[in-house]
């Protein structure tokens, strides 16, 4: 009986510093001042893309989803624990490796609005998570060329296309292609933009520069078009691809072509999660090394 009594005695003198560093700890991610910069992650979800994009001032975006609930891992892993919010996705086309995630995303995050081009609507992918959208009664808008989200002062994301202008066009060429900027850096996503609708991009803005591309569906030899590359003089290209996947992707004549260029490339079938960060003048990227 002794014993016991001191064991009730002394446990409250280890558990309350415990205690205390877990309050401070909650209290210090809380009500920490929120990020100047502007963060994106791209995601490492397999034969798919995914991008997290983290705003000054808290907001936040998804654009695509991977295929699977691989997507949870990286949100989990790089927004904030307490807040199970997304302010906004946008979806590129409705193809499964692009919107296949959204399934888990819906039910495990509370998403403010989805933005989509309206195409390929009639997948059995986009209807599977449609369905979900309408449950939670989710706004969801069409976003025509040109649209515009002033998400935070000096930054923004801009529609660029989507390719539904080309003629019998392709879900890959229908993509809403987004321009991602913050302050003087621009960041492009391109979905699975093929060469079509790369050369219909290149004709409508010829002097618009990017610094980050992530690279048209997972670096396919069909994406590639020298003339985009050419006009958009990007520092850096990231490859979202699943290792050793069916497609052989990302073909060798990419990668020689982006290599000849002196592009550095991030790929997310060797390096991860790819992550990049700016303060609108200023790029840095956390991977330890291009290939």
Known sequence: ????????????????????????????FVFLP????????????????????????????????????????????NLPFYSKKIDLVFL????????????????RYQVGQIVGSGIGKDTKAYQSFSDIVKEQKIPEIIALQGTEFDIAPMAKVRVLLPGSTLNNTSLNNASEILQVSFGRENILLTGDMEKEEAGLFAKLYPDLHADIIKVPHHGSKYS????????????????????????GQPHKQVLDFLKSKAIKVFRTDKQGDVQFETNGTELGQANPASL
């Open 92 to 107: 590129s086309h409705a193809d499964a490796d692009h919107v296949g995630g959204l399934n888990y995303v819906l039910k």
């Open 224 to 247: 590639l078009d020298a003339n985009f590359y050419s006009r958009l003089h990007p520092k850096y290209a990231v490859i979202s691809v699943g290792a050793k996947n069916r497609y």
């Open 34 to 77: 929120p990020s100047r910069d502007l963060k994106i992650i791209f995601c490492d979800v397999g034969q798919g893309d995914g991008a997290i994009l983290e705003f000054p001032g808290g907001r936040t975006a998804l654009v695509d989803s991977g295929p699977d609930k691989k997507i949870l891992g990286c949100l989990g892993k």
């Open 1 to 28: 009986m002794p014993k016991e009594k001191g064991v009730k005695k002394i446990f409250p003198l280890f558990a309350l510093p415990i205690l205390l560093i877990a309050f401070l700890g909650i209290w210090y």
